[in-house]
């Protein structure tokens, strides 16, 4: 018997192949409940992730609007007590504004 029969024969008794569709059933339904359970992981921590970016944008646009709100209360204020420095303040910086914008 040659080296190629040896490997290529099933080993056990001699009713070798249904013990080996077993094997190849269990191996199978084995590697399906894997791929199934990281499938679902991976599900897990994309919704998770959605869930924190969710969050961290609303935080986001909570402090943005934040900004917003005292930035005008800012600037209403400086108009009630300084107008004149104010307003050359607003063509200055669109003066500049414009200048870039053209570059």
């Keep these: 018997m040659t080296n190629t029969e040896r490997s290529t ?6 009713g070798g192949a ?6 190849k059933d269990d191996l199978a339904s084995k590697g ?3 791929f199934r359970e990281a499938k679902a992981n991976v599900e ?7 869930d ?10 909570d402090n943005v609007r934040g900004v917003g709100d005292t930035f005008a209360v800012a600037v209403e204020r400086s108009i009630k007590t300084r107008p004149y ?3 050359a303040l607003a063509l200055a910086a ?10």
């Design 32 to 34: 399906a409940e894997v």
């Design 85 to 87: 420095t104010t307003l």
């Design 94 to 103: 669109g003066f500049l504004f414009g200048a870039t914008w053209r570059r």
């Design 44 to 50: 897990s921590m994309i919704s998770d992730a959605g």
């Design 9 to 14: 024969r099933p080993s056990g008794s001699s």
């Design 18 to 23: 249904p013990a080996t569709d077993a094997r």
């Design 52 to 61: 924190y970016a969710g969050k961290k944008g609303k935080e986001a646009m």
